[in-house]
């Protein structure tokens, strides 16, 4: 299986990059750092795209570059908001982070899907990742809820393909004094993982359309 993982600049979309080699699988590494990009892919013997997934003219370059076909694309956000302490925002600054936090958590997946859905082969899988638990009424939350709208919308036009498209989200589990089922719970990249390899298996066709949560078992929201 032909694999595209964006964000591989960052820890998340290293460890999913990884777990997708593991598995056996064919992987494409991207981002916007070409030097830690190239780092991770001399690890896993495998090739470089260097693009900035929430710039129109970058991503369209891709599509002569990446591989005719493709079984799967994941998209990992790597906002470029550093941000700090959100009780001394400017005006500035809050329109700053919000629109960071779109253009890597929502742009940057639509943009992608829109150059390279046509190099997805039939039956394949889109997986949009929403890496932290947002707080109700936060920029993050907002991102959540629109990349889950655009992707139950995504799975009627992909559908006709038999590609399925989804989001995996990190649900409330992940909380502060959370411990888990075990003595020993995974990480949240870890668990990401797991669940986007599912998602690309024959035992997972039937689910498209979905914001799906991990949580360390717990349920995404309570009360």
């Known amino acids: 299986m ?3 993982v964006t964000g591989c600049d960052t820890d998340l979309g290293r460890t999913i990059a ?3 080699h593991d598995a056996g699988h064919k992987v494409y590494v ?4 070409r030097d830690e990009l190239e780092v991770l892919a001399k690890e896993l013997d495998t090739d470089v795209f260097v693009f900035d997934s929430a710039d129109p003219g970058s991503v369209a370059a891709l599509h002569g570059q990446v591989p005719a076909h493709l079984d799967t694309i994941v998209n990992v956000p790597a906002p470029a908001w550093t941000g700090g302490d959100p009780r001394t925002y400017t005006l500035d600054d809050h329109a700053a982070e919000w629109r960071a936090l779109f253009d890597a958590g929502l742009v940057s997946p639509v943009l992608t899907v829109q150059v390279l859905g046509d190099h997805m082969r039939s039956g394949g899988s889109i997986i949009t990742v929403i890496p932290d638990p947002p707080s109700e009424g936060g920029a993050a939350s907002a991102v ?3 990349v889950s709208d655009w992707t139950a919308g995504q799975a009627n036009h992909f559908g006709i393909r038999g590609i399925t498209i989804n989001a995996v989200a990190v649900g409330r589990g992940f909380e502060r004094g959370y411990e888990g089922l075990s003595s020993t719970p995974s990480s949240v990249s ?5 669940l986007s390899l ?3 298996t024959p035992a997972a066709r039937h689910i498209t359309g979905q914001t799906l949560h991990v949580s360390h ?3 995404a929201n309570f009360g």
Not at 30 to 33: D, I, M
């Open 198 to 200: 599912f998602l690309t």
């Open 2 to 4: 032909d694999v595209l």
């Open 217 to 219: 078992g717990a349920l």
């Open 30 to 33: 991207s981002g916007r750092r």
């Open 144 to 146: 959540k809820a629109a």
């Open 18 to 20: 990884q777990s997708f």
């Open 190 to 194: 870890a668990e990401i993982s797991r």
